[in-house]
C-alpha cells in the first residue's frame, strides 16, 4: 500500500523542478544575492527540461532585477512568458513572469508597457495569492508616482498593497510601503504621513535597522516643511548623520540638520554639520549645498558670501526645473504623437470597415439583380410556355365546339363553359418579356433592384376575375353532375384555394397551368395535389380519380 500511494502521488504530482533553481527560489527574498549566484552556476545546457529552463530564465530575470542589475534585453523573460502562457497549471509563475516583463520594460524605457504587464499581471493571480497581488500593487504605485504624476492613484494602490502584505504579515515589504505611502502624502495630508512614516521607521528598527534611515530623512523634511517643528527637524537629522550617514551619503540628511540648527539660532552646530557635509554628486545635491553655504554666511552677516551661494543655489534650482519641464515636454510630445498615430489607426480602421460594408452591400445588391434577372427569365419561359399550352388547348375546345355545335348535350355546354374560362385566363396571364440591355455599372443602383423586384412579383401574382372561377365551376358541375357543389355542401372545411384547385383538377386543366392559376412553387406541387386534396383535405381513403368515379356511379343511380 505504502509502495502503490508513493506511486500514485509521484505520478500525479506537480512538475518537480531542478534542486538547484527550486533553492535559488527560496532565497530570492531573504537573499537575492545568493539566489542570482545559484541561478547563474546553473547553464541552459544543463537542464534537459522546458520548464526547468523557463524557471532559470524567470529567476533570473527576477534576481538581476532585486539585485539592482539594469536589463539590456527582455529575451530571458519573454522565454519563460512564452512557456507558462502554454502551460496554465503554473498559474504563480506566470504571474510573476508577467510582474517582471513589466519590470523589464520599465527599465527599458517603455512605461506604458510596464503598466500593461502589471495590469496583465494582477488580473491573472490567484485571489489568495497575496504576495504577488501586493507586489504588483506596489509597481503600479510606484509607476503611478514615478512616470504619470498621479499621487491619488499611487496612494489607492499602496493602500491596497499594504492590506495584502498585512495579511502576509510580510515585514520586509511593509517598511516601503509605510514609507512610499508617507513621502507621497507628504504635505498634501501631513497626519497621514506621518502616521505611514512613524509606522515604517518603528518596523525598520525592529526588522530592518539601515532602512529607518532613509524614511528618518523623510520624516525630517516633513517636520522641517509641514510643521516648522525645527528641532524635531534637527533631532532626526543629526541621527541620520551620526548613525546612519556610512549607510547613506545624501546630502539631505546634512541638509535638513544645517537648516534647522540655524533655525533655532544654533551657528556653531550649523556650520559643523555643513562642515562634515559630503561632496555633493549631482545638481540636487549641489543645489542643496549652496543653499546651506549661503543661509550660514546670512546668519554670519557676509552679504556678498550669501549673494553668490544663493545666486548659485537658484541658478542649479532654475536648471533642475528646466530639465524637469523639458523633460515633461518630451514625455507630453511622445503622448500626443502617440495619440495622433492611435486616432489615425482609428479613422483608417473606421474607413476600412465603411469601405467593407458598401462593397458587401454592393456586392449583395449585384448578386440579388442576377439572382432577381434569372428568376424572371424563367417565369418568362415559363409564362410562354403556359400561353403555347394554352392557346393549344382552346384551339382543341374551339374545334370540339364546332363539331358539337348543333347538339345541345351537357358536354357540350361543360367544353363551352371551359372555353370561355381558358379564354378568359389567357387573357390574365398573358405576358411578353421586355429583355433590357445589362447595365455594367460595378455598385447596382437601389432603384433597378427595386424595379426588377416589382416586376418578379408581377409576373409571380396572377390576379383572376370571379367569372374564372364561376365558368370552371359551372363546367366541371355540368360534366359531373354537381360535383362541385356536392363537395363545397358536403365538405364543408374545405379552403377556398383547396376547393378551386380541386374543381380546376376536374375541369382536365394541366398542372402547368394549375401552376400559373394557383401560385404553386413548382409544377409538381400542382400534380400531387390530386391524390392529396382527397386524402388529406376530405379526409377520404382512395385516389381523386376513385372519388370521381365512385360520384359518378351514385349520380347515375339516383339520376339515371
Known sequence: MLVLGATVTGCG????????????????????????????????????????????????????YRCYIPATSDSDINHALSYYRAHSGEREKLTRAYIYKGAVMEELGHPDSAMLYYKTAEATAAPDDYFNLGYTKMRIASMYQDQYSQDIS???????????FEML???????????????????????TAFRFLNHSIKLAQQFDPPKQYTYKTKLAGLYF?????????????????????????????????TLSFLKLGLLDSAKYVFSITPEPIDAVDSMAWYDMNAQIADAESQQTAYLENSLKSNNLKHQVLIDSKEKKIVEGES?????????????NNVLAIVLIILAAISFLLFALTLWLKHRIKIKSIERTEVERELKTSINDLNEIIKKQKDQNSAISKSVSYRFEALN??????????????????????????????????????????????N????????????IATYVKENFPDISERDYRTFCLLCANISPQIIKICMNFANVKTASNYR???IRQRLGLDMTFDEFINNYMKNASILNP
Request: aromatic share 12%; with cysteine; hydrophobic share 35%.
Open 169 to 191: 504579515k510580510d515585514t520586509a515589504y511593509l517598511i516601503p510601503c509605510y514609507g512610499d505611502m508617507g513621502s507621497i502624502c507628504g504635505t498634501l495630508y501631513p497626519d
Open 424 to 469: 378568359e385566363l389567357f387573357e390574365s396571364i398573358k405576358f411578353t418579356a421586355k429583355e433590357k440591355k445589362d447595365n455594367k455599372r460595378s455598385i447596382v443602383p437601389l432603384s433597378r433592384v427595386l424595379g426588377f423586384l416589382g416586376e418578379y412579383y408581377e409576373m409571380s401574382d396572377v390576379e383572376l376575375a370571379k367569372s374564372f372561377w
Open 225 to 257: 516643511y509641514a510643521k516648522n517643528d525645527f528641532e524635531s527637524a534637527k533631532s532626526l537629522a543629526m541621527d541620520i548623520v551620526k548613525n546612519g550617514a556610512e549607510d547613506s551619503y545624501d546630502t539631505r540628511f546634512y541638509y535638513y540638520a
Open 13 to 64: 504530482g506537480a512538475h518537480r523542478y531542478d534542486s538547484r533553481l527550486t533553492a535559488a527560489d527560496s532565497l530570492m527574498r531573504s537573499n537575492p544575492d545568493s539566489a542570482l549566484a545559484l541561478v547563474e552556476g546553473v547553464s541552459h545546457d544543463s537542464l534537459i527540461r522546458e520548464g526547468d529552463r523557463a524557471y532559470r530564465d524567470l529567476l533570473l530575470t527576477q534576481a538581476r
Open 531 to 533: 391524390n392529396y386534396i
Open 471 to 482: 365558368k370552371i365551376e359551372l363546367s366541371v358541375n355540368v360534366e359531373y353532375r354537381g
Open 154 to 164: 499611487a496612494i489607492e494602490s499602496l493602500t491596497q498593497a499594504i492590506q495584502y
Open 335 to 347: 503622448i500626443f504623437h502617440k495619440q495622433q498615430v492611435d486616432d489615425k489607426a482609428k479613422k
